[in-house]
Structures are given as C-alpha cells and as structure tokens.
C-alpha cells in the first residue's frame, strides 16, 4: 500500500491566488481528515469526511476554505483566495474508524508558502 | 484554550536512558489516547495508544501510562536510541467525535 498521497508537496504562490491541495487516502479507510501544522496553533484539525460526507468542518478558518470529497479515493483541500496567514503544512490523513479506536494515518504533508 | 498540552517543547535525553515524554487533557470525554512521532518534511506516525479502560499499554521499548484522575499520560522510552530523535505528539479523542486533537508536540533529542 502506497499510503496516503498529497500532492503538491510544496506550492509558493502568491496572495490572491487561488490554491487547490489533494489527496488520496488509503484504500478501505472510511474516514479522511485534513490538519493543518503551524509553529503557533500546532496540528488542528480543519475537516473530516465519513464515507464522503464531510461531518465536521468547525476548524475550517473561514469561507475561504473549502474541501470536497467527490469520491472514496480523492479529496481536495481548497483556499481561495490566499493570504499571507495561510502559510502553513497541510496534512492529510485517513482511517478506518472502529469503536473506540481510531488511528490515523497522515501523509506527508502539503508545504503552502503565500507571498 | 488548547484541550491537550504538552508542556515541554523540548527534551534532550542520554542515548540508552529513559526518555518520558508528558501529556496532559482537559477534557472529560476523551476517551482514547495516541502518541505520534514525526521526522522533518514527513507526516505524523502512529507510536502506540491506550484505551481509557487501562492504564497502561506496553510495546517494546515503548510504554504509555494513563492517570484518568489527573487527566495526564506519559510515554516512556527505554533504552533511548539515536533513531528517536523525533517529535512526539500526543492526541486524544472522544465525545463521539472522529478527529484526533494533538498537543503542540515535544521534540525529542536522543544524545549519543
């Protein structure tokens, strides 16, 4: 199994610009989060999806932020437009969720920096 | 208001000694526990976990204590090996809630 996919690993872009990160979870998980890593706030959870529908998205900053999850296989993360503040590490993770436990599984990271 | 602290940014711990690692929680309803390590420019690994009907869970070197009364865990690493240079996370879930809150981390320096 390849893991969780995050594409791209690094984008630079500038403010105002609109910025679309991705993700594919593993095969099976039910569950899809998408966290967000700065020095300030550490990891906070943005949004989550069970079987495709997003359950949570009270950490989402703002409405310049959206996430779909289209199918069991992509999701996307998107900031529109961006702002210097959205600088950050964008992690993605999946799971499937048992009761009681749950391990996530993260990928390896979106680096957004917004000039 | 953070919900899971990790008070120590950092750690720096003799190679072969016990490293541990403390977390505490404020709230109530969690009632799962994991602890994640993280190398630079890669993503969160699952360590180890307890459930909040024990208050222990051993795995090799690795061994997570639970004190639900204090609402403080602790992960605990001997011997300490270069390799565990990292930063650990720890998280919690519960309240019916999927999502895992992570404290801000502690990053550990295993020196030889």
């Known amino acids: 199994d390849a893991g969780v996919i995050q594409s791209p690993r690094h984008e630079v872009t500038e403010m105002g610009q609109e910025v679309t990160l991705r993700c594919k979870p593993i095969s099976g998980h039910n569950s899809l989060f998408w966290y967000r890593q700065t020095m300030m706030r550490g990891l906070e959870l943005l949004i989550y999806f069970n079987n495709n529908v997003p359950i949570d998205d009270s950490g989402m900053p703002e409405d310049r932020f959206s996430a779909k999850m289209p199918n069991a296989s992509f999701s996307t993360l998107k900031i529109q437009p961006s702002e210097p503040r959205d600088s950050a590490v964008y992690f993605c993770a999946s799971s499937l969720v048992i009761s009681g436990a749950n391990v996530l599984t993260f990928g390896a990271g979106s680096r957004l920096t917004v000039l | 208001d953070q919900q899971v602290k990790q008070n120590s940014p950092s750690l720096s711990v003799q190679e072969g000694r016990i490293s541990i690692l403390n977390c505490d929680y404020t709230n109530s309803m969690f009632d799962y526990f994991l602890w994640y390590k993280k190398y630079p420019a890669e993503g969160p690994t699952f360590l180890i976990s307890?459930?909040?009907?024990?208050d222990k869970n051993e795995d090799g070197r690795f061994t997570v204590f639970l004190n639900k009364s204090a609402k403080h865990l602790s992960l605990h690493i001997v011997p300490s090996q270069p390799g565990d240079s990292a930063v650990y996370f720890c998280?919690?879930?519960?309240?019916?809630?999927?999502?895992?809150?992570f404290g801000k981390g502690t990053h550990l320096i295993i020196q030889p």
């Open positions: 307890i459930s909040s009907i024990k």
């Open positions: 998280a919690a879930k519960g309240g019916g809630a999927d999502g895992l809150t």
